[in-house]
């Protein structure tokens, strides 16, 4: 029998029991048992699923385990190591600075979308530590939210690249 | 073969088998059974959870218990749907028994523990479940005080309570905790219905913007959505259905399956109940391969209207007419009229599109059921799953776990029947997940409506006479799933609730109209589409159609819309929201269309009021249009509240702004598709919502009136806001769009002096 096939997650190495085929996101919500990204379409249209690969955006329902072997996935679970490694922060905050806007800014409603809203925002911060509000738009469109939390996730985007900039946490 | 702990990625697993008990305010609140009835329960939890409820509603302990370490536990009915209601309720509980948030929690709805306050329905926590809950906690606070009266040798009427330590007023050394005289101790008594309110003057907890409590473990990815179950021996399932409902009442009825075409599937095995087919499997993935893969062929379906027939379709049914406003002399006033408008106007089927599609997840035995779900009512869902189950109500128990925002009546209902059909039929706990096609293609839409609205105006801008005429079919009864099985088509539900017919409050209630009918025309909804509420029902169509005919009086008698609808109205609450939204808005007075101009990219402003049944909605929207393009792109909108007191600020605000991006999408790209054989909108291609860059601006604006009574505070701005929108239209272009939604084909063809109306 072939060694069975491994996936790194947060940082950790996980034997992988699925067929190769099967989309990442059900091997992080059946074998990891993780509840950050989650199913909302299937299709790559929602991004609920949506975690990070090498540090980029990827949606895990569409993409085969098998294609993610090499690569380090960073969940939402992960994004406050993940913030801490790039920040070069000596042991990660127990939130990214865009999850505490979150909660400062009372974005959520039933929060099903912050899983990809908190993984693109993150990986929008990483890349452009003050995007302009047309930046935030732009690079947030592939990211529907149903209860129409939109104008605070913008908000929180903009406080959060304050935070950092500030140097909190 | 052993693997790391899934705690160790900071991330605690959801399996049930692991977590027999819930630990939550210090306290041990609730032992899950996983057959329907009782396990041996630890004897911490004593009876809670191991009897059917529901429970009592006038005892005290059915509501709440107060534990050792002088913290609560909250037992509520209405379920959190992130609307914050159970922070709202937290704090009427905690303003009536003086206790800080931080020392209370909230159980999660369970049929075996918590209360039955109907459905989590009509914006119903706060305006109706608020009131049962501050009498039951005002009747513990009672209770406790005249044990710490007792304990401390004083008159009841001495004693202060602060943080839920009872002392004496003056001698703060003097005191005895909640805790000390009760500590997770049972009231045992019923309600005495003479415990004192607190009168609003002396809220202190009530009223004020508490933090919600459930967001701190979403941003976390703590928080334990339905989606996120697993149980201990559970099967992934699916369920197999043509993509897209049919005409109603036709069902779906299978011509031919073939099981063996799934045999190369690990585990995968067909659930076949009457017409409803599902497919089981040990692993998701191969779950939703078999669904995919399993060759099934359906009868052919009858036919649906073409779909841009479905005005005429509405319009000319046999409908049952019910008048549901007469007064003065319609006819008359019309006679008296200086200008008159008049017009036809049409609202689409749309969906509740769910972001995360319902899921469930059944445990069938023989002698009883649990099923968790996302269902907004758990008494009513516990009914219809024992009815398909065959089995007595209280054999069957139901857990609430919020799913993704739901907006009303989506599949709720059908995942966990979908999953208790297939548990019953494997004899394993079976967790569905509906595909989106599932959710988009068989949900229960938001009704059709064709409107005629006439109203008239005196020289003087007086709204003289109005008549408002609206065809549209009302609810079903029954889930897909028991209409599959049972092989049977449901009733329509053509009586008994008042949403299905047209509502006289957001047609024309808020203005001193002396002569005004309002006419609802119910159309047999078989051969149509399945309907049920969606957030708001039939308002956003009733305040389009209204309030557009109301600014075109205001246009004919060349008055500013907002001065206009200030003119004709009485009611101090409407002109409330409708001041506090045009000063917000910094509304400078001038006739609508009065400042167009030739620009490719022009802009309007628009105003409108609306509701659901109760408080007091107004909204204003500045949009662009493209006039070549034909894109309307809403720049920013403002929303005014009124629900009378509102116990949380903070929290109405977020659902203002949910309502006006939501009504954003829902005026500009909300529309169901359909073939002649079903439904075509599937997925987000085929049934768009608006995306991030398109969201306006919002600004949101409560009107506290805290010696009113709260009233709901979810929905009654989106039919406000639909409207100002259109209205805006009209500013910037003169023309008018009486179809939504406003797509820039309709745009186009509006300005090109097309008719678009019906």
Known sequence: ??????????????????????????????????????????LAQCGSCSVLADGVEIRSCVTPVAAVANRSITTLEGLPAWYAEQKGLSSPPALHPLQQAFIDVQALHCGYCYNGMTVKGAELLANNPSPSEADIRKTMNGHLCRCGTYPRVMKAIQLAARAIAGGTP | MSEPAAQSLGQAGSRLSRRKLLKAGGALIVGFAFAGQATAAPAAATARGTLAGPPDPERIDTWLAIHADNTATLYFGKCELGQGNTTGLLQIAGEELDLAMSQMAAVRLDTNVTPDQQATSSSSSIERGGPQVRAAAAEARQALLLRASQKLGVQVGSLVVAKGVVSIDGEPNRSVTYGELIGDKPFAIKFTGTAPRKPPSQYKLVGTRVPRVDIPDKVAGKYVHMQHVRVANMLHGR???????????????????????????????????????????????????????????????????????????????QSTDTVVVNVGNVDAGFAGAAHVASARFFSPYQAHAV????????????????????????YASRKMLATLLGMPDERVRVQYYEGSGTYGHSCYEDAPQAAAIMSQAVGRPVRVQFMRWDELGWDNYGPAQVAAVRAAVDDDGNIIAYTYDGWQHGWHTDETSTELALQKTPPERSAGSFSIIVNRMSTGSMYRIANRRVTSHAVPMAGLLK????????????????????????????????????????????????????????????????????????????????????????AVAEIEVNTRSGTIVAKRLYGALDCGLAVNPALVENQIVGMLVQATSRMLKEEVTFDHNGVTSLDWASYPVLRFAEHPDCTPIVVQRIDEPSSGAGEEVMGAAGAAIANAFFDATGARLRQYPLTPERVRAALAGRNTGN
Not at chain 2, 259 to 284: K, L, Q, T, W, Y
Not at chain 2, 355 to 378: E, I, M, R
Not at chain 2, 547 to 561: C, H, N, R, S
Request: aromatic letters at 6%.
């Open chain 1, 1 to 42: 029998m072939a060694d069975p096939l491994r996936i790194r997650v947060n940082g950790r190495d996980w034997p992988v029991r699925a067929s190769p085929d099967t989309p990442l996101l059900y091997v992080l919500t059946n074998e990891l048992e993780l509840h950050g990204p989650r199913f909302g379409c299937g």
């Open chain 2, 239 to 317: 369920v197999v259905r043509p993509r897209g409902q049919r005409a109603y009442g036709s069902g779906a009825k299978v011509k031919d399956l073939d099981e063996g075409s799934i045999a190369h599937i690990p585990g995968a095995r067909v659930v076949r109940r009457g017409d409803f087919v599902g497919v089981v499997a040990e692993r998701e993935w191969d779950a939703i391969r078999a669904a995919k893969e399993l060759k099934i062929a359906w009868q052919d379906p009858p036919l649906l209207p073409e779909q841009p027939h479905l005005p005429i379709v509405l319009r000319d049914a």
């Open chain 2, 355 to 378: 972001f995360g599609p319902n899921c469930a997840l059944a445990d069938v035995k023989a002698d009883g059921a649990l099923v968790l779900s996302s269902t907004q009512d758990v």
């Open chain 2, 531 to 618: 309907g049920s509420p969606l957030r708001s029902p039939l308002d956003m169509a009733l305040s389009f159609a209204s309030e557009q005919t109301i600014d075109e009086l205001a246009f004919a008698v060349k008055m500013d819309p907002f001065e206009f609808r200030r003119k004709n109205m009485g009611d101090t609450r409407w002109l409330g929201v409708l001041e506090a939204v045009a000063k917000a808005a910094s509304w400078i007075p001038a006739p609508a269309a009065s400042r167009r101009s030739h620009a490719e990219i022009v802009t309007g402003r628009g105003i409108a009021v609306g509701t659901h049944h109760v408080s007091y909605g107004a």
